[in-house]
C-alpha cells in the first residue's frame, strides 16, 4: 500500500473502507482530519519564525499562524514580549495613560499581535511561532506529516467516513489508531528536542 501522495491516500482510504462510490466526499474526510491535526498536533516541524519591523501598536501575524512559541525584540538588547490576556494588557495601558516605549508584553486582539507599550521608535520583531500544517490537494500532493506519519492521515481520515456511511461502529477502532499515531507524533518531536538533556544530578558540597 502506497500511501505518499494526495491520491494515494485518497484511494487507500477507498480501498479500506471497500468502496468505489466516494470519490466526492473522501477529500472532505481528509480535510477534518486536517483540522484535528492542528489542533492536537505539535512537532518540530511545524515550527516557523517571522520577522517584522514595527513602529505601532499592532503588527499582523502571518497567515500560517497557529500558536505563538515566543515573541522577541532584535532591536538593540535581546529582550523577550511576554504574551498576556487581552484583559490585562487593556489594564495596563489603561492605567499608564496608554504611555509609549519599548514594548514588553502583547497580546492577541482581533486577529493582530497588540504589543504594550506602544512603540516609541520602530523595533524588529521575530515572532516565533507554530504554523499550520499544509493541507494536502490536488495541487500540494504531500507534505512532512503524510511523507513521515501517512499512519495518522488514514486513520484520521477514517474517523470522519465512519458517521457519514452511518458505521459508528467503526468509529472506536479507528479513533483508537488515529490517538495512538498523534500521541507517537508528539512524544517523537519531545524526544528530539528534548531526548539528549536528560536529567543533570546535583552535587552538593560541604
Same mark, same amino acid.
Given at each position: 500500500?502506497?500511501?505518499?501522495?494526495f491520491?494515494?491516500?485518497?484511494?487507500?482510504?477507498?480501498?479500506? @473502507?471497500?468502496?468505489?462510490?466516494l470519490?466526492?466526499?473522501?477529500?472532505?474526510?481528509?480535510?477534518?482530519?486536517?483540522?484535528?491535526?492542528? /489542533?492536537?498536533?505539535?512537532?518540530? *516541524?511545524?515550527?516557523?519564525?517571522?520577522s517584522?519591523?514595527v513602529?505601532?501598536?499592532y503588527s499582523?501575524?502571518?497567515a500560517? =499562524?497557529? $500558536?505563538?512559541? /515566543?515573541?522577541?525584540?532584535?532591536?538593540?538588547?535581546? /529582550?523577550?514580549?511576554e504574551?498576556?490576556?487581552h484583559?490585562? @494588557?487593556?489594564? *495596563?495601558?489603561?492605567?499608564?495613560?496608554?504611555?509609549?516605549?519599548?514594548?514588553? =508584553?502583547?497580546? =492577541?486582539?482581533?486577529g493582530?499581535? $497588540?504589543?504594550?507599550?506602544?512603540?516609541?521608535?520602530?523595533?524588529?520583531l521575530?515572532?516565533?511561532?507554530?504554523?499550520?500544517?499544509?493541507?494536502?490537494?490536488?495541487?500540494?500532493?504531500? #507534505?512532512? @506529516?503524510?511523507?513521515?506519519?501517512?499512519d495518522?492521515? @488514514?486513520?484520521?481520515?477514517?474517523?470522519?467516513?465512519?458517521?457519514?456511511?452511518?458505521?459508528?461502529?467503526r468509529i472506536?477502532?479507528?479513533?483508537?489508531?488515529?490517538?495512538?499515531?498523534?500521541?507517537?507524533? #508528539? $512524544?517523537?518531536?519531545?524526544?528530539?528536542?528534548?531526548?539528549?538533556a536528560?536529567?543533570?544530578?546535583?552535587?552538593?558540597s560541604?
Amino acid at each position: 500500500m502506497a500511501l505518499s501522495t494526495f491520491a494515494e491516500l485518497k484511494s487507500s482510504i477507498a480501498d479500506f @473502507l471497500n468502496r468505489d462510490d466516494l470519490t466526492s466526499v473522501i477529500p472532505d474526510f481528509i480535510k477534518l482530519a486536517e483540522t484535528d491535526f492542528n /489542533r492536537k498536533i505539535r512537532h518540530w *516541524r511545524m515550527e516557523n519564525r517571522a520577522s517584522a519591523e514595527v513602529d505601532g501598536q499592532y503588527s499582523a501575524i502571518p497567515a500560517d =499562524f497557529l $500558536e505563538p512559541i /515566543r515573541l522577541h525584540i532584535e532591536t538593540g538588547d535581546y /529582550r523577550p514580549v511576554e504574551l498576556i490576556s487581552h484583559h490585562q @494588557l487593556r489594564q *495596563r495601558r489603561e492605567a499608564s495613560l496608554d504611555t509609549s516605549g519599548k514594548p514588553a =508584553f502583547y497580546a =492577541f486582539t482581533q486577529g493582530e499581535i $497588540e504589543l504594550y507599550p506602544t512603540p516609541d521608535a520602530t523595533y524588529s520583531l521575530e515572532l516565533y511561532y507554530y504554523s499550520r500544517i499544509s493541507a494536502l490537494s490536488d495541487s500540494n500532493t504531500n #507534505n512532512w @506529516l503524510l511523507t513521515y506519519f501517512p499512519d495518522a492521515y @488514514l486513520y484520521g481520515s477514517l474517523i470522519h467516513s465512519a458517521p457519514y456511511l452511518a458505521e459508528d461502529q467503526r468509529i472506536t477502532t479507528w479513533a483508537s489508531l488515529y490517538a495512538a499515531a498523534v500521541q507517537a507524533i #508528539n $512524544e517523537e518531536s519531545n524526544q528530539a528536542k528534548y531526548g539528549g538533556a536528560g536529567l543533570r544530578m546535583k552535587i552538593r558540597s560541604y
